[in-house]
């Protein structure tokens, strides 16, 4: 594959409606302004020119991309050539691409093409190289290029390291059988997990945050005026509206995890999985073993009554954006059934039953109570005092608060398996990071001056995270315990032992 190849030219239609609509969502708001609310007929007809210019040229630069862009394979690196006005060349060493993932938009799904995502070592807030679309043949052939390529690259690697210390039991050596096993959500789970979603308040945020840009700019009084009525309704009519816009923000949020998670299949292929999901888009992601460097059980106040969670896996690389969706692997499971399919999927992690955890200790409960209902009691007040009687109502989310608070003492603690510690806590979801020794990239313990004197402390662990690092943690644990998990953890200890 050293000859020079283009991506498909149905990729510069694609590029640039992607691009268009970026630099339209960018400067929706003045352009609104000046084409529809703004009344000067000439203001209006040189933004209308303005907007033509910047298409033109985003159409003239696609174009020119697209005839720049190559890319080849060659003395073991993937080398990519693009640049309209200044030339780049970027040389990928195969040894640093750690995955090569594929996806199908509507309009590579209707030419039957793919979008392919090169992944490096590192992490960065994207993949190293994207090609727009190719077909899905040539995908599948760059991907065995790859891999074949890197898998022969790490064998001369062994095979030279090996001449020196010649070891006549490593041909004797069994080869491992290759394990292959899938996971596939049905309908059933599909619908479950987006009427049980969490996403409902991403909705509700995102159309709060948009409308305090609106007020900033648009004049919106004449709108509010057909509905100044409203100041004279009574409070079951507010009840009422505040109900029908949660069921709207509600039903959104079921529509958009159907369309994430539709045709969700997971399987796994000797050393690696491989995750599918998507209607509209579909989505492909490889995770090699090697890559996990932790896995995180979520329960949201939802699922966690019927014993349902959702299983991710925390993996070094990648792409920040795509973190939270593309490491699920699990959407929604029965808590019962997660060790079984962890250990087919994952060979070293499992889940430890809550009742082997090592628990906060009982002097712990008022601290909790008080840190999470402190923020609530103190807003609260101040509202009441200043807003008497509406402000009364500021005290509503106090005992559920405490009530929250409640749950995190009960349920917070860890549990210590040979290589693997296991960290439970909740904020208004419940939480659990199951680790292995190695992937931790520290161990903090700390302690303010009211956990010294109460003989506590919290502790936490980071791991690798696309470009970031994730953390788990439980907060006033008992002092030795604390104690006992750093021993665990210390190189020296270990070392020791």
Not at 375 to 388: A, D, H, K, Q, Y
Request: net charge positive.
């Amino acid at each position: 594959m050293s000859e020079p190849k283009r991506v498909h030219p149905i990729s510069m239609f694609i590029d640039f409606i992607s691009d268009a609509v970026s630099m339209i969502k960018n400067f929706i708001i003045p352009f609104f302004v000046l084409i529809f609310v703004n009344s000067n007929s000439s203001i209006r007809f040189y933004a209308f020119i303005i907007l033509g210019v910047l298409l033109l040229w985003k159409a003239v630069s696609t174009v020119l991309a697209w005839r720049r862009f190559t890319y080849r394979m060659e003395d073991d690196e993937f080398r990519v050539e693009s640049g309209v006005i200044t030339k780049k060349k970027k040389y990928i060493s195969l040894e640093r691409i750690q995955t090569v993932n594929t996806s199908e938009g509507i309009f590579q799904r209707i030419f039957g093409l793919v979008r392919v995502q090169i992944e490096t070592a590192g992490g960065t807030d994207g993949p190293e190289v994207s090609l727009t679309a190719i077909t899905k043949a040539e995908a599948e052939q760059l991907k065995q290029s790859i891999f074949n390529r890197k898998k022969s690259l790490q064998q001369e690697e062994m095979n030279d390291e090996n001449l020196d210390l010649p070891d006549p039991l490593t041909a004797q050596q069994p080869v491992e059988k290759e394990i292959s096993v899938s996971y596939r959500m049905g309908i059933p789970e599909l619908l479950l997990a987006a009427t049980t979603s969490s996403g409902i308040g991403v909705i509700i945020s995102g159309c709060l945050a948009i409308y305090t840009q609106i007020d900033e700019i648009l004049p919106l009084d004449g709108f509010l005026k057909r509905f100044s009525f409203l100041s004279h309704a009574s409070v079951e009519i507010y009840a009422i509206l505040i109900f029908i816009a949660v069921l709207i923000a509600w039903i959104l949020s079921v529509g958009v995890t159907a369309l994430q998670y539709a045709n969700f299949n997971a399987k796994r292929k000797g050393k690696d999985i491989i995750i599918t999901r998507g209607l509209i888009e579909r989505h492909q992601m490889t995770i090699p073993l090697a890559r996990i460097q932790a896995v995180k059980i979520k329960e949201n106040i939802l699922r966690e009554p019927f014993g349902f969670a959702t299983v991710m896996l925390v993996s070094a690389g990648g792409s920040i954006t795509e973190k939270e969706t593309s490491s699920v692997l699990f959407p929604l499971i029965r808590k019962k059934k997660i060790n079984e399919l962890l250990t087919q999927f994952t060979d070293q992690y499992q889940l430890a039953p809550e009742s082997e955890l090592k628990k906060v200790p009982k002097r712990s409960l008022k601290r909790y109570l008080i840190s999470y209902g402190f923020v609530p009691l103190l807003v609260g007040i101040i509202l009441s005092v200043r807003f008497p009687p509406w402000g009364y109502l500021a005290l509503i989310p106090l005992p559920f608060a405490l009530f929250f608070g409640y749950l995190a003492y009960k349920q917070s603690g860890y549990v210590i398996k040979d290589q693997l510690i296991q960290l439970t806590t909740r904020g208004i979801g419940k939480t659990t990071g199951i680790v292995l020794r190695k992937r931790m990239q520290n161990y903090t313990m700390t302690q303010s001056y009211f956990q010294k004197k109460g003989r506590v402390a919290s502790i936490h662990t980071f791991v690798k995270s696309s470009a970031l690092l994730d953390s788990f943690g439980v907060h006033h644990l008992e002092e030795e315990d604390a104690a006992h998990v750093c021993d665990w953890y210390s190189y020296e200890t270990n070392q020791s032992t």
